[in-house]
């Protein structure tokens, strides 16, 4: 029985120590501090949500003042380093605070040039303090001691690159995006592009997709046609397909900057047992071959005989064909 109430006694303790920590921690030591800054942007963004037009945007910007000023005081009173830099951990959060606020997005809040100007932002904050001089009361401008020169120099080079870096990445996600055929090229040799596995049933770049898509409405133009008709369809391939795949680019690739960049054009050839249509999807973007390359994907076409006569029996390849170089000649 003592025992259990030892430990409750203990338990209570505990509890109310952490309690009084909580405490302590959240209550101003004096109206001046970084507690209050923090409390003041709660209220102001508070505030915020019942104004509305200009005086809603006054408010919250005071709240973004207060958040950056309370959190650049809690996170310099004792200045946890970043691991190799002089750079304190208080910096990254204070310049991620200072770039949602000047560069973020009031619906989405966090944009790329949030996330690329975040550690040349980190980077300036670290190195202000240096700038000025001063007893927390007044300061005045000089020009950083010789000793602090180098470091701060590398601090922001080196920071600099990573948001070079990180702007980079965001471009090569754009052009993939707007260009999803670029991801079928050879990256091996690249040293800062990584190539994810696509989906076995994802075509890897569209000219695959035009051509799937192309392939039933042109068997639905020739399929039991009568063969006259068909070879007069053929004479006037160009325009016919033509027409098809100008369907095909405004409709399913209406989405994708690259679809200027696909050119269709079908190669008829006479064979012994009737026609061979090659229908080819040819790419004039940028590519890693020196002489760009096209997709094929062939029909055969030959006559059979029919209770109305001889019409059109076509058989196309079930996969597209890759091939490096320009296209054949049209005849």
């Known amino acids: 029985m003592n025992s259990l109430f030892k430990d409750l006694i203990g338990l209570f303790k505990f509890i109310q120590d952490l309690f009084q920590g909580v405490r302590k921690f959240f209550t101003p030591p004096k109206a001046f501090s970084w507690q209050t800054f923090i409390y003041l942007s709660l209220y102001s963004w508070g505030l915020s949500f019942l104004a509305t037009g200009v005086i809603k945007d006054i408010i919250a910007f005071g709240g973004w003042g207060f958040l ?105 996600d754009k052009w993939v995006k707007e260009y999803p055929s670029v991801e079928a090229e050879n990256f091996q040799r690249s040293t ?92 004039t973007g940028p590519s890693a071959k020196s002489q760009g390359y096209y997709l094929r994907k062939s029909c055969l076409i030959q006559p059979v005989k029919a209770t109305k006569g001889t019409v059109a029996e076509i058989i196309c390849d079930r996969r597209s064909k890759l091939l490096n170089g320009p296209p054949p000649p049209q005849q």
């Not at 973020?104 to 904050?125: D, F, H, K, S, Y």
């Not at 160009?238 to 690259?258: F, M, R």
């Not at 050119?263 to 040819?282: A, C, H």
């Open 68 to 172: 950056i000023a309370g959190t650049a005081w809690y996170t310099t009173d004792d200045p946890l380093r970043v691991p190799g830099t002089f750079m304190p951990v208080g910096a990254l959060i204070t310049g991620f605070l200072v770039s949602v606020f000047a560069f973020g997005n009031q619906e989405i809040g966090i944009t790329p040039r949030t996330i690329v100007l975040w550690p040349t932002l980190a980077a300036l904050i670290t190195a202000a303090p240096d700038f000025f001089a001063g007893n927390g009361v007044s300061a005045k401008a000089q020009i950083p001691k010789v000793q602090d020169r180098q470091k701060i120099i590398v601090l922001l080079a080196w920071s600099m690159l990573i948001s070079c870096w990180i702007q980079f990445y965001f471009v090569i």
């Open 192 to 283: 800062f592009v990584v190539k994810l596995d696509i989906p076995i049933n994802q075509p890897r770049n569209n000219g695959v997709r035009i051509l799937s898509q192309l392939q039933p409405l042109v068997e639905e133009q020739l399929v039991n046609q009568s063969w006259s008709t068909v070879e007069k369809w053929l004479l006037s391939a160009n325009q016919n397909v033509g027409n098809l795949a100008q369907e095909i680019l405004s409709k399913d690739l209406a989405k994708y900057e690259e679809k200027g960049l696909w050119r269709v054009e079908p190669r008829v050839t006479n064979v012994k047992s009737g026609y061979r249509l090659d229908i080819l999807t040819i790419w």
